[in-house]
């Protein structure tokens, strides 16, 4: 097994994770020097969302140099020294690529605007309008906005698949894709054990540039976005060219060694998935699943997810467990912030089958921010300054996602230890961190952040866990809100329950070796009954 089929990975938004410098921004040394904090708690892989050359204007992932550091996290030296570091703990490092666009910053972009017979003008996605003042197509961006901008200079349109000061690069021109190969190469020459590949189902679009067919769908599915605002884009994501982009970047990695690795944003249905992970793993490494990014908590609603996963993902796929990131509302705030709940879906998240993905700041329960859309400073939520967040919440779109990326919370003291008190943190540091920080979550057993270590020492510590098989338990029917699966091995057998209730339950179980954890109440009796208390889960050798 490959190390990064049973790895767990801890993401990081550069910007919130720690200021070293008192400018309010975190940077790469405050990262360094949160590396140990991150071995403790038993990860393994680190993603970091972009901290390259950027304006900034979507937070880096508006890239104006991709092989410079951005000066406010620090420089070059920095990150090889973050790499370094990682290394040296035996820890696995994943950058940020953004691959489909550039900033409209980037010198690329500029020399390609300058003028039609400009060499880098076909570097980008440039057409005509269908007449003065048409968009050349009905191409609509995945964020539901005209896809099309139009450039006075030489009157022509140019396409951004996100938002419009991100120009998607044109990779049916052979230059474009060398030179953004060349950039992953620079930075798997100096040591990254792989990508996180941003966006990655945007990357190729209809070469003869059809419009996209009629939808009856206004709203987006919760977990894809390719069917909304009456448009099936198929032309526009998940092109069947992006697929073999896949296998290209798979070989460019597998030139170092079958070591580095991939990991896809990418989105649409379970076979669209597939073809981006390759009919012979041969495409990407791993895809984001973001089925749980909408989860209910329920029994149900888990026991048909990892039913589903076990069925279309058998070995050697490895589903990825993923509650949040950097767009997303935490998932706190989905489960009434109630910490109990919390360590139950963790209790899930480290003992199913695949990789879990935790975003920073889970693991002590932070939750998101309230600001409205009209103060953030999210790109997004400025779009959209005026659009009511109830009716936001009932469409399920997230607007502002500044209330996500509010600042770590490390201590009680003012600014919770992420920037020092007289600092302006360019977020402000959400209300709850009095209680809800690193040092005082620490010092209490029952805390959640000493729920997310415990799990993690009991995967990393079992291989079962890391590699077995899964199965998913039938004989617990008469349990509706009861999840119960199997994980085993060669060597072990391990049987996981969760109660999603708040009701206490009382199972019958048998051959039971030992009680392997626990989350919350629970007691095993001398004549085979297990006693779970509302919200409590149990992991039980048998
Ligand atoms: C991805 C990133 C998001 C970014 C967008 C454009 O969805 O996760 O934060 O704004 O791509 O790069
Ligand atoms: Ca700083």
């Not at 993603?47 to 620090?74: A, N």
């Not at 981006?276 to 495409?283: I, T």
């Not at 469409?395 to 996602?401: A, E, K, P, S, T």
Request: net charge negative; aromatic share 16%.
């Amino acid at each position: 097994m490959k190390w990064w089929q049973t790895t767990t990975i801890y993401q990081i938004y550069p910007r919130s994770f720690l200021d070293t410098n008192d400018d309010g921004i975190g940077d790469l040394p405050g990262i360094i020097a949160k590396l140990d904090y991150i071995k403790d708690l038993g990860f393994e892989t680190i993603w970091i969302s972009p901290f390259y050359k950027s304006p900034g204007k979507d937070f880096h992932y508006d890239i104006s140099d991709y092989t410079q550091i951005d000066p406010i996290f620090g420089m070059l030296d920095d990150a090889e020294r973050l790499i370094r570091e990682i290394h040296k703990r035996k820890m696995r490092i994943v950058f940020d690529m953004v691959l489909n666009h550039t900033s409209d910053e980037h010198p690329w972009f500029k020399e390609s605007r300058s003028s039609k017979d400009n060499p880098k003008r076909d570097w980008y996605i440039w057409r005509k309008g269908k007449s003065k003042d048409a968009l050349p197509n009905n191409w609509i961006s995945m964020i539901n906005r005209p896809g099309w901008n139009y450039d006075e200079k030489t009157d022509e349109w140019y396409f951004a698949n996100f938002l419009d000061f991100q120009p998607d690069l044109n990779y049916r021109n052979p230059e474009v894709k060398e030179a953004m190969f060349a950039i992953m190469r620079y930075w798997l020459d100096k040591g990254v054990d792989g990508f996180r590949l941003d966006i990655f189902n945007s990357i190729y679009k209809d070469a003869e540039f059809r419009d996209n067919p009629f939808s009856l769908r206004f709203i987006p599915t919760p977990d894809s976005q390719d069917e909304a605002f009456f448009q099936k884009k198929i032309h526009t994501l998940n092109h069947p060219d992006c697929f073999e982009l896949a296998k290209e970047v798979h070989s460019l990695l597998d030139e170092y060694s079958s070591e580095r690795f991939l990991l896809g944003e990418v989105s649409g249905n379970d076979v669209i998935l597939k073809k981006f992970l390759g009919e012979k793993h041969d495409g990407l490494h791993l895809v984001f699943q973001f089925e749980l990014i909408h989860f209910q908590f329920s029994a149900n609603f888990f026991r048909d997810l990892l039913s589903k996963n076990e069925a279309i993902y058998p070995y050697p796929y490895t589903p990825t467990y993923v509650y949040g990131n950097h767009d997303q509302m935490r998932y706190i705030d989905k489960i009434d912030r109630d910490p109990n709940k919390a360590k139950l879906l963790a209790l899930f998240q480290f003992t199913a089958r695949g990789i879990p993905v935790v975003y920073y700041g889970e693991e002590i329960g932070m939750q998101d921010s309230d600001i409205p859309n009209w103060q953030g400073k999210d790109p997004i939520a400025q779009q959209n300054a005026f659009f009511p967040t109830p009716l936001a919440n009932l469409l399920g779109v997230y607007m502002n996602r500044d209330n996500c990326r509010t600042p770590m919370q490390w201590n009680s003291s003012i600014n919770a230890g992420f920037t020092t008190p007289a600092t302006k943190p360019w977020l402000t540091v959400n209300n709850y961190y009095p209680q809800i920080n690193v040092e005082y979550e620490l010092s209490d057993k029952d805390s959640l952040l000493n729920t997310y270590k415990a799990l993690l020492k009991f995967r990393n510590g079992n291989s079962t866990f890391q590699s077995g098989s899964l199965f998913v338990e039938t004989n617990y029917k008469d349990y509706s809100d009861l999840l119960v699966y199997r994980r085993y091995s060669a060597e072990k057998s391990f049987l996981v329950f969760i109660n999603f209730s708040d009701k206490d339950l009382d199972i019958k179980v048998n051959h039971v070796k030992q009680i392997a954890l626990t989350v919350g109440e629970t007691k095993l009796n001398a004549n085979s009954s297990l006693e779970l208390a509302a919200y409590s889960g149990i992991v039980l050798e048998i």
